[in-house]
């Protein structure tokens, strides 16, 4: 993260990273905006092969892999510079993921860059005939309709809205913008209120976020909790602090369609073998 960056972050202990990153992404999306036009992106977006189902691909499966490509976070700093998004995709499709997350948030360490790349090179994979490139879910802070044509011209199937920073109106709204582009809304969920709230908006995928987002402590309790109040239509991933076989076992209890593995991969020394052992039980 740049100087400038973290700058925009720090503050108080009273106002969380989480408000003051949406605040700052705020102030950013009028320049973005006007270095590239809407009609722009939504060529691009309309260029990009058909979105993957990210809803079909978890139909059936009791607690996959979601691998996330992730070079670090604003609570633990960057633990992955040297992270090659591309091959670290590839890995992660050839040890049996359902779905690839891709951060591209400057405030993780990452960039739009780590995700057009990732989709390139899955794509170039499957038109050679190789394995068939598993959906793409765009982790960024997702505030305007711009951002999701944004992340399908990306390469992005779905995109991550995060209940903390939306109302029920806003988060219907940005569930229909995809919607409009064949793509799934990844709405993410930590506590009683926002899963309320996401369901009342039109949810069919939660991700339920076993880190408290303005704490960043890590609880798997939360996913134990509020996992009663989600209807059996409603697509379920547990996400953070899975780190161990045994944690992976207590998700799948939970009767999850995926778990979300980020940190724990692109920290490990062979994130193949790190892969077996989470989910080989």
Known sequence: MTDRAAAEISGSAADSVLRRITRALASELSARKAAHPLA???RAAGERPAPRDLRAALTGV???????VKRGSPSKGE????LDASAAARLYRDAGAVAISVLTSRYFFASDADLSSV???LYADER???????PLLRKDFHIDPYQVVEARALGADAYLLIAKTLNTEQLRALIGAGAELGMTAFVEVTDEAETVSALQAGAVLLGI???????????????ERLRPLIPDDVQLVAASGVRSAADVVRMRACDVQGVLVGEALSTASDPRAKIRELFDV
């Not at 009791?62 to 996330?68: D, F, K, N, Q, S």
């Open 209 to 223: 976020n076993n880190r408290d987002l303005h704490t960043f402590q890590e609880d798997l309790r939360t996913t």
């Open 128 to 134: 050679a005939g190789g394995s068939a490139a598993p």
């Open 40 to 42: 722009a992106l939504k």
């Open 119 to 121: 989709a390139e090179a």
């Open 62 to 68: 009791c607690g996959g892999l979601v691998a996330e």
């Open 79 to 82: 633990f992955a510079p040297h």
